[in-house]
Every structure is written in C-alpha cells, then in structure tokens.
C-alpha cells in the first residue's frame, strides 16, 4: 500500500521526465493536485508532503474542506462547472478559476470579487472535441469572450483549460492538445498577456506538458479511486 508522499512523488517523477523529453525547463509545469470526494485528511497528508495547490469540482465540499484546513498555506482552484448561483462564493474563496466558459459568469464573478483580494486568476474553459457533454467555448467564440474578460476589473484572465475526448494513444492526444495550444497562442499574437495552458489529466499528461501544459491536474494517481 504506497502512501499519498510515495505517489505524490511518482507523479513528480512523470513530470520531470516528461519535461524533459519535450526539452521543456525542469519545474516549469506545476501540479495541481485535484482532490474531490477525497476527505481534508487526505489534502492535509500531501500538504505535508509538499503539494500546496489542490483543485476542487463541488462548491459546498471545498468550503468544507477550506474551513477545516483554514490554518495551511493552501492555493484553491475551482475547476468544475460554474453555477450562476454559485459564482459569489466561488469569487470570493477561491485563487484559481478554470472553467470559465460564459461572459455572464465571468461578470459574475468580477462583481463578487472582493476589493481587498488580489484579482482572481481565470482560466477559459476550451471545448475542444466538441462534445455535447462538457462544458466550454467553442474554438470560433473564444477571441470574443477571451478579449472581454480581459477588461473586467477583478479578475485576471491567465489561459486556457480543456478536457479533450479521452484517447489512448499518446500521438492522439497531443493532437488534440495542440489545437488548445495554437488557441493560446493565437489570443497571445492578439495581445492577450497570457501565461497558463491547464492541460492534462492523469492519464495524459505527459502528451499535454509535450504540448506545453504549464499546469497538469492530476487525482487519481496521488489519491487513489473515488468513493
């Protein structure tokens, strides 16, 4: 039975490899640690272990889980679909957003923001298999809604989030990671200040830090299955 430390470190390892065949600098790909449906204890055991950026899916069990970890140097990011009605809380407790998909939401959350917390970073949330069931922006309504959330006050519009379609094969997935690549750096050639591809999941990862990812959210192989 290895320990969440053990894993957290064999997926550390992955990293670094994979860095390193796509001739990327070492530690310029950060992991956040994705950690719904997994209780404050098992967070608290990597915290411990050095992972400080965790991401959560479900409002109600991160305020939970920030109330009881309230004492830890923790960086949040919301990373699940975003509810109108949920858009305060998530301004307000929340560093990281990445699944920004809709001007409204995006409104929403800048009025919430308070005025005495740094701005909150933002992630667009990118369909790029364009699959009815997952959330975001379509490829042609990107530039539109990336260029009016950079105006808005209180946030901080940092890049681009997908989800593609599940493949096994890695040539595949970098495909797809590709296109979220070009994405990005198109809105960059028109001025856009953005710095963060949130790509790659546990299975792909290192197609995606091929690809560029500067963030890869990673949960089963630190935490093991959900309940």
């Known amino acids: 039975m290895t320990s969440i430390s053990e894993r957290l470190q064999a997926v550390r390892t992955r990293i670094h490899e994979a860095e390193s065949s796509a001739g990327r600098t070492a530690g310029s790909v950060s992991l956040l640690a994705v950690s719904k449906a997994h209780p404050a204890a098992m967070l608290r055991e990597a915290f411990a272990a050095g992972q400080t950026m965790f991401g959560e899916n479900y409002l109600q069990e991160a305020l939970a889980k920030q109330e009881e970890l309230a004492g830890l140097a923790i960086e949040w990011h919301f990373i699940g679909p975003i509810q109108s009605n949920k858009t305060q809380p998530i301004a307000q407790h929340f560093d990281w957003v990445h699944s920004v998909d809709r001007l409204k939401i995006a409104q929403r959350l800048s009025a919430a923001r308070l005025a005495g917390q740094a701005p909150l970073n933002v992630c667009l949330q990118l369909n790029v298999s364009l699959e009815d069931s997952k959330s975001g922006v379509t490829l042609a309504e990107l530039p539109e809604l990336a260029h009016a959330i950079q105006a808005l006050p209180g946030l901080r519009l940092r890049g681009l989030m997908a989800i593609p379609a599940p493949v096994t094969d890695f040539d595949k997935q970098r495909r797809q990671f590709a296109i979220v690549r070009q994405a990005y750096e ?42």
């Open 186 to 227: 198109d809105l960059k050639k028109q001025g856009l200040a953005l710095d963060t591809l949130s790509i790659g999941m546990s299975e792909d990862f290192p197609a995606a830090i091929a690809e560029g990812a500067t963030i890869v959210r990673v949960g089963s192989a630190i935490f093991g299955p959900r309940n």
